[in-house]
């Protein structure tokens, strides 16, 4: 199955006061593991940055300023992701509600509720009350690398997030997991019935009498030839 790690960066927290995105990070994964395959793209909001802004993503306005606006990206990005694929985004109805103004702005259909993989409320479901939820508490949970993290980046949070999705969904490998129960939470264990097998009486392994004649024939011949 194909998903798409997604995160933004923006000027702001509002897009309805007039905050634009600055920088989309996208990760894509297969069957739950990374493919190599990344979106990435500066965006020229058209707006001053504010210096708070700046200060979490270090994107100021001279960098911004020959870098493309959202609707000069739109085609590319939206063809990255797809029309159903999947979205995996933390804190989810930020991103989303910035991409979805955007989209909006350029008469382009918006990102459904139903495609979005949220990890906070993954996280929030799967951890004791009151843990930390954070992408940065996550990433120490999960042992997961940070020391190139010293901005927010949209593209590396993107990869931090899949490695912590991955975790999310109980790991790498999760198909190999060695889980004795199922759906109805009871344990099978080796001598568990399979519905369905027909039962078959245990084959005999010790030889017949006959058997037993003809191997003591065979041993006297090889006896013989020596």
Known sequence: MREIVLDTETTGLRPQDGDRIVEIGCVELVS???????WHAYINPDRPVPEEAARVHGLRDDFLADKPVFAAIAEDFLAFIGDDVPLVIHNAPFDVGFLN??????????????????????????LPPGTSASLDSLCRRFKVDLSERKLHGALLDA???AAVYLALRGGREPDLAMDTTHEGGEFLTEAAPVAGRVHRVPRPHAPTEEEQEAHEAFLATLRARS
């Open 32 to 38: 739950l593991l990374p493919t190599g395959r990344t």
């Open 101 to 126: 103004h955007e989209m909006k702005m350029l008469g382009l259909p918006r990102l459904t509720p139903t495609r979005i993989v949220d990890t906070l409320d993954m996280a929030r479901k799967s």
């Open 159 to 161: 990869q931090l997030l």
